[in-house]
Nanobody, 111 residues
Framework: QVQLVESGGGLVQPGGSLSLSCVVS????????VGWYRQAPGKERELVAR???????KYADSVRGRFTISRDNAKNTVSLQMNSLKVEDTAVYLC?????WGQGTQVTVSS
């Protein structure tokens, strides 16, 4: 059974930082592309960042330079470091591995 468990969401002020983690089990993690999507109320789900099995990264234009995605194949973990957070980053952040999804973790940026 494949499981993706996110952690690290919460409430932060504009300009602050948060780090999200996703532990993946049930697959050969190192062989899969993984990443993060987000979905805000009333908006479509959008790709935030992804990292390939070979370590290549891709970011949404809206987060490039502020967010950093990384993976630790020894720990079956993909992480998202989010800096200089903006109100518009508020969303549920979902971890994915190719076609499997986590339940999501809420990130709220508000003063």
């Amino acid at each position: 059974q494949v499981q993706l468990v996110e952690s690290g969401g919460g409430l932060v002020q504009p300009g602050g930082s948060l780090s999200l983690s996703c532990v993946v089990s049930g697959i050969s993690f190192r062989n899969y592309d993984v990443g993060w999507y987000r979905q805000a109320p009333g908006k479509e789900r959008e790709l935030v960042a992804r990292i390939s099995s070979g370590g290549y990264t891709k970011y949404a234009d809206s987060v490039r330079g502020r967010f950093t995605i990384s993976r630790d194949n020894a720990k079956n973990t993909v992480s998202l470091q989010m800096n200089s957070l903006k109100v518009e980053d508020t969303a549920v952040y979902l971890c994915y591995a190719t076609w499997w999804w986590g339940q999501g973790t809420q990130v709220t940026v508000s003063s």
